[in-house]
């Protein structure tokens, strides 16, 4: 349990020896570049298809009801299967379920690209989630255990700087595939990606201990109740624009969803007590560390995501953007996270990770006040862009301090299920803010344009009140001493 500590010093007593390579031995940052092109072509897929969305509307017949299954299939598999991914990662080993993961993912963007229907397409999408939850938690666990002291603190702030970037450029990557290639381009660039990855992860990720001794040890009724108690939520989340949050149908499925996930807690309950191993075991909710970070990666995601979310339906709605200058416009959002990013790596050894957190909800927080001054006549440069880029800073500090202090008491038996929650977390947490934030906006009468302010307006009081929950709760910790933490 990591508990309060001066954040002078994050050297801890007591805690468990570092896995991965010995402090003097550096590992080759081609394997950081491997995973990273893994997860970032995950998380591309996450919003690559926004912008396609009216061209894939018109190929494939779909109807404005069903047309949104094509994002949301992809979220709730790989949401609600992405902790028991994690699970099988500690379980079956990392490397045998990252190739799993990257095969999946590979062959279902293909299925996806050469899609006849739309019934083909959103089965096609579910399959692709799925791969992205074995494929996340399975690469993030090799990193946290292949490298150690300022390696691997650098390469978990590049992972989390890839969280938010790699989903503003999903929105670039989209507008320009669609505008060039077509709509089928979004899905297909990912197959020549995934066969180069996998051929190359048979040589360049290095074999692992299982600590399962197989199907024994994964909590398949756990995985059962978990995944169909976030993906009830997550889709209850999801409809309930459309259908009305007092409405009889999203009040059961939330209600459904929680029951679900009280069923998880006493089968985790009673899987401990009979000898088996759980699908979380409980002790790791009393890892401050991780459970802080889950915290900050659930809201924040979901900050992030609805300012995507919004402001592609008000660049093309009320400011008449096509595609293709939709994708150019968040291309400034892209490359400010990076640079938070890497002011949150330089200034962590320094800060520690509860100041960087705070500071950046603040200004995420800040970005969306900023928005809510916007109108029709405001324009891109002068109206949305201040915010945009204050949102990107902010979350370029959160992203990557969170991902550092959620890894940083997990032994290596336990890495994987630590990745899950925390992508969990993105996922859920992606899905919540797109149905939180769209179901403000349009609650006003005038569509987009005068409920675009309504919606900022929220998510600066929820980045406030989290910045606020964030100086409690969030341990104040910092690197090893005499590491530096960089972004390379």
Do not use: C, K
């Not at 292949?146 to 989390?160: E, F, N, P, S, T």
């Amino acid at each position: 349990m990591h508990g309060l500590r001066s954040p002078r010093r994050a050297r801890r007593t007591g805690q468990p020896p570092q896995p991965g390579t010995p402090d003097g031995q550096r590992r080759p940052w081609s394997l950081l570049i491997l995973l990273s092109v893994a997860q970032f072509m995950v998380i591309l897929d996450a919003t690559v298809v926004n912008v396609a969305l009216p061209s894939i509307a018109r190929s494939l017949s779909f109807t404005p009801a069903n047309l949104q299954w094509v994002a949301t299939a992809y979220v709730l598999v790989s949401g609600g299967l992405v902790l028991l991914g994690g699970r099988a990662t500690d379980v079956i080993g990392r490397r045998r379920i990252f190739l799993a993961g990257m095969a999946v993912f590979t062959i279902a963007s293909l299925a996806s690209g050469l899609a006849p229907s739309a019934g083909v397409l959103i089965a096609a999408r579910a399959a692709q989630g799925a791969g992205a939850a074995m494929l996340t938690p399975a690469a993030l666990s090799i990193i946290t255990t292949a490298y150690v002291g300022a390696q691997r603190a650098a390469a978990l702030g590049i992972w989390g700087a890839i969280g938010g970037g790699g989903a503003a450029v999903g929105v670039l990557a989209g507008g320009v595939l669609t505008s060039w290639l077509g709509w089928r381009s979004v899905f297909l660039i990912n197959v020549p990606v995934g066969l180069v990855a996998g051929l190359l992860s048979l040589r360049m990720v290095p074999s692992a201990r299982a600590t399962g001794s197989g199907r024994r040890d994964l909590d398949l009724p756990g995985a059962f109740l978990a995944v169909a108690g976030l993906a009830t939520f997550a889709y209850a989340l999801a409809s309930a624009p459309a259908h009305g949050w007092a409405s009889a149908r999203t009040v059961l499925l939330l209600v459904l969803a929680v029951l679900l996930l009280a069923a998880f807690a006493l089968a985790e309950r009673h899987a401990q007590r009979s000898g088996r191993r759980p699908l979380v075991t409980p002790q790791i909710w009393r890892n401050r560390s991780l459970v802080a970070s889950v915290l900050v990666m659930f809201a924040s995601t979901g900050l992030l995501v609805a300012t995507f979310f919004l402001n592609t339906l008000y660049l093309q709605d009320v400011l008449g953007a096509s595609p293709l200058r939709v994708g150019l416009e968040f291309l400034p959002l892209a490359l400010v996270i990076g640079v938070g990013a890497h002011l949150a790596s330089r200034f962590l050894p320094r800060a520690g990770s509860r100041v960087l957190i705070v500071a950046g909800l603040a200004a995420m927080g800040g970005g969306a006040l900023l928005l809510t001054e916007v109108t029709a006549s405001s324009g891109y440069w002068t109206g949305l862009l201040p915010g945009l880029l204050i949102i990107g800073i902010g979350t370029g500090l959160v992203l990557p301090s969170a991902s550092i202090t959620a890894m940083s008491d997990v032994t290596e038996d336990t890495a994987g299920l630590a990745s899950g929650l925390m992508n969990t977390a993105h996922e859920i947490g992606g899905a919540l803010g797109v149905a939180v934030f769209s179901a403000v906006a349009v609650a006003v009468s005038g569509g987009i344009g005068a409920g675009y302010r309504h919606g900022f307006a929220a998510a600066a009081a929820i980045a406030a009140g989290l910045a606020l929950v964030a100086v409690v709760a969030v341990p104040a910790m910092r690197p090893v001493p005499g590491t530096r933490v960089a972004v390379h």
